[in-house]
């Protein structure tokens, strides 16, 4: 194994003080820098189906679309792209390429499965093959790119897939990785994806087999980065030249180095004119101790200094180490579901093989099945014989998995027979929610649609809590939970986006903790399940607690006052505070409900958005909770109801009333809109009836007739009242819940 580039040494903890010593000896340090909560997410493979025209064969290559897909490729140029991008890029390789990603031009004899699109050789599965089983596993090189949010790795990733040849700089191909619609509106990476590579390494003329993950950077999914350290050896840390180091560096950091992962540093986009490599690169070395003259610095979106990267990654990153002799043990790393093939799983190979008809077993479920394909990712799937030790490739089995439960991302499968003789993987944290929502039809007879695209988001992400909630105001729906406000902000882009749907989703809410006096504990999700000391005696004596998150927060030292100010305002609690530079670095201990009350966006807003923020679990803080109720004519709307700090209740009262009242359109009787917190009415706002005019027809002079009419009109709003049906439309709640 080549040495390590930079030693395992302990970087300044004390100034990040995340993490906890857990071994030490010979000099060498383990941190413990994994979150408390780690997340699932499943992957969106679409783009993987080839086109409605081209039909199964026999090796199950090709596939024909269901409707739905068949719909998103026709409307999405990008799918269609990323089709005929991938089959010309394995074509263009074979022509284009002169950095070793080429197939060879001559196709080997044996075995040879193709694809063809509009009659056009593109891969050839036997030339790959051949090429990848003449690699030795000491010339393997898994690793993953780690930074910041924004700061290029879905750019740096195309640039390395068309430097290998793997994709065609030709097609422009923009962020081949980020496949999701969502992903490429907002321009972040969501899911974790994964490539191989083969790269002609000129040093010593042999072909070196690269596995490339690309991560989010967005600290809502940071599950997807710390699982995809499992298959890697090292990583690029990237750095936008330009704005230095930043909270998610310094998180992502972190996580890596307590993995174990090598680090390359790679300073980018300096072709910026405000690019400062000379600050960024003091930076990783007063902040990492990474030593920066093993920087390298390029701009992943001109291409300049691409071609230092990989032989930085082959000096530098440790092979796998693996025995492909050995009986097979596989860790599952990520696994989402086709219509066709059941639940496919994307695997890390440690020991032995594995190949199509191979009898496995799970060591989570104890379930045995029978591998129907293996392949690697290419960028697509491009089918193989084998995937060996060292090796990250996709399975799927025949029959089809048929449960997405029953892929437990962090299991691992071994050979029947071999469960005695195989250790698995320890595995990986379940994902804790932290963010609730409530979702209903706009209109009820929509609700079998509703669920069923709900139904099909939640099986491809499977971070996604899902439970059937009901409210008296908005009917039958789902209550939601997501690992963080973007999380869940993205997951109703999709709702909207790819199954069209029209949906009411409440605001966001974090859970409760009540600890009983017996020392009974209770995690409510649903506000309007809080119990009231007047529905439930136990409330009296019990605690309640709300989560919190140690936040970190990157800034430039100008606004240092604001946000302190701001971080005061949010209930936080200061746990240190770093300068570097013109940057600080400030720790705090948040309540996750001003996380979720966008906290970020202040933020943003407060600093011209040169803050940056990033976070972990911190567990449970007693706090002074109170159930905040919104009540139309005495009567609590189920659907509005929050948990909040008794210090907001009353600020937070006043804005629903007035704002509730706004989208209330009058009736033919009085409308009383009240906030409640705990039993006080903390606000109140009163909409006026219809008055119809009794007296029109009436003669001026005729007063006891007058006063006769009015009464007669005063007790019939009263009568109104009393059966409490005050009919407030659907859209009314829609406009309230909207930002
Ligand atoms: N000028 C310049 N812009 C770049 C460079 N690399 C990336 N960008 C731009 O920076 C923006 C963010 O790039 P991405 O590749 O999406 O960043 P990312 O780190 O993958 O983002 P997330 O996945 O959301 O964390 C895009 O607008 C890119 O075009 C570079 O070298 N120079």
């Given amino acids: 194994m080549r040495p390590c580039l930079f030693e395992r040494r302990l970087p300044p903890l004390p100034r990040w003080p995340a993490g906890r010593v857990l071994a030490s000896g010979g000099g060498d340090i383990l941190l413990s820098q994994q979150p408390k909560r780690s997340f699932i997410l499943g992957v969106d493979r679409r783009k993987e189906l080839l086109p409605p025209s081209s039909r199964s064969n026999s090796e199950g290559t090709i596939r024909l679309l269901p409707i739905q897909e068949q719909r998103l490729q026709t409307t999405n140029k990008w799918r269609r792209r990323e089709y005929s991008s991938s089959s010309s890029s394995a074509a263009s390789t074979a022509s284009n390429n002169n950095n070793g990603g080429a197939l060879p031009s001559g196709g080997g004899g044996g075995r040879t499965k193709s694809t063809t699109v509009n009659s056009t050789k593109v891969v050839t599965t036997t030339d790959l093959e051949k090429r990848i089983a003449a690699i030795p596993i000491e010339r393997y090189r898994n690793f993953c790119i780690v930074a910041h949010i924004d700061h290029g790795k879905s750019t740096l990733s195309d640039r390395l897939l068309e430097h290998t040849g793997t994709i065609s700089a030709s ?40 596995h490339l993950v690309d991560t989010p950077g967005h600290v809502d999914f940071r599950a997807e980065v710390t699982r995809s350290y499992a298959s890697c050896g090292g990583a690029l840390l990237l750095v936008d030249a330009s704005q230095g180091v930043q909270a998610q560096t310094v998180a992502n950091f972190h996580l890596a180095f307590a993995e174990g992962l090598t680090l390359v540093p790679v300073i980018n986009k300096i072709d910026l004119e405000s690019a400062d490599v000379g600050r960024a690169l003091e930076q990783i070395e007063v902040a990492f101790e990474l030593d920066p003259t093993k920087a390298v610095k390029v701009s992943a979106k001109t291409g300049v200094g691409i071609n230092g990267i990989l032989p930085a990654v082959i000096q530098n990153i440790p092979p796998p180490v693996g025995d492909p002799n050995k009986p097979l043990r596989m860790l599952l790393v990520d696994s989402w579901y086709d219509t066709f093939r059941g639940v496919v799983l994307l695997v890390r190979v440690f020991d032995g093989q594995v190949r199509a008809g191979d009898k496995l077993v799970s060591f989570a479920t ?45 299991d691992t499968f071994t050979n029947v027979g071999c469960e005695g003789v195989v250790e698995p993987y320890p595995g990986f944290e379940e994902p804790k ?296 439309e659907q859209s009314s709640f829609q406009k309230f819940l909207s930002k």
């Fill in 366 to 410: 104890g379930n045995q099945y029978t591998v129907g394909e293996v392949g690697i990712q290419y960028p697509n799937q491009v089918p193989q014989t084998t995937i060996r030790a060292g090796q990250v490739g996709y399975i799927f089995f025949n029959p089809g998995m048929k449960r997405i439960q029953d892929a437990k991302i962090g």
């Fill in 171 to 210: 097609d422009g191909n923009k962020q081949i990785l980020d496949k999701l619609d969502v992903e490429r509106e907002r321009g972040i990476t969501v899911k974790a994806q994964t490539c191989t590579m083969i790269y002609r390494y000129a040093h010593d003329g042999h072909d070196y087999l690269l």
């Fill in 433 to 728: 929610p932290m963010v609730f929502v409530a979702a209903f039809p706009t209109d009820q007879s929509h609700y079998q649609k509703l669920a069923d695209s709900i139904g099909q988001l939640v099986l491809n992400d499977r971070s996604v809590t899902l439970q059937k909630d009901s409210s008296e105001a908005l009917g039958a729906g789902w209550r939601l939970g997501f690992l963080g406000s973007l999380h869940c902000s993205v997951f109703q882009d999709r709702l909207r986006q790819e199954h069209g749907a029209d949906v009411i989703i409440t605001e966001p809410s974090v859970p409760t903790k009540l600890e009983y006096a017996d020392g009974t504990e209770l995690v409510i999700t649903n506000p309007a399940e809080f119990p009231e000391p007047s529905e439930d005696h136990r409330m009296r004596s019990a605690k309640i607690f709300e989560p919190v998150v140690r936040a970190t927060v990157a800034l430039p030292e100008d606004y240092y006052g604001k946000v302190i100010e701001l971080l005061e305002a949010a209930r936080g609690t200061n746990e240190g505070i770093e300068f570097f530079g013109n940057q600080v670095i400030m720790k705090y201990e948040i309540p996750a409900a001003s996380l979720v009350d966008d906290l970020f966006g202040k933020l943003k807003g407060a600093t011209k958005g040169y803050a940056t923020l990033d976070y972990e679990d911190a567990g449970w803080r007693e706090s002074d909770l109170v159930k905040l109720n919104l009540l139309v004519n005495k009567v609590a709307v189920d659907a509005i109801a929050r948990i909040v700090h008794r210090s907001q209740a009353v600020r937070l009262g006043r804005a629903w009333v007035e704002k509730f009242k706004q989208h209330v359109s009058r009736q033919m009787f009085e409308i009383i809109i009240q906030a409640q917190a705990g039993r006080q009415i903390v606000a109140r706002e009163t909409l006026k009836p219809f008055r119809k005019d009794v007296l029109a027809k009436l003669h001026a002079s005729d007063i006891s007739r007058r006063r006769k009419l009015l009464e007669r009109q005063k007790e019939g709003r009263k009568k109104l009242r009393a059966v409490g049906n005050v009919v407030i």
